[in-house]
């Protein structure tokens, strides 16, 4: 029992040092003046806006600029998720302590 318990311990442990990797994760998508930087915890960490992103709604489209903005967070969004994954996979090769075959990563 003494040992069930203390691997699960190691699994948390190491869980924890994955998220941790997985928070350092960046990815950065850049479009029509307008750059989006997410981290591989889904969150966005930054939002950049040249001068000419802001043509569209000087030009009476504001509609436009809406759109180019979601697509531009949506697609940093998505190219971190493809970098958060293929992380974990390479960590969950490696992993000790049976993780990878927790998350699937095993046989």
Partial sequence: MFDQ???A???RKEAKRIQSEIEKITFVYENGGIKCQARGDMTIQSIQFSPDAFAEVLAGKPERFNTMLLNVVNAALKGVK???QESMMKMMQ???N???DLFG???
Wanted: avoid cysteine; glycine fraction near 22%; aromatic fraction near 0%.
């Fill in 5 to 7: 318990i203390r691997q």
């Fill in 9 to 11: 311990m190691q699994m």
């Fill in 82 to 84: 493809k970098e958060t």
């Fill in 94 to 96: 490696g992993s000790p």
């Fill in 98 to 100: 049976g993780l990878s």
């Fill in 105 to 107: 990563g095993g046989k």
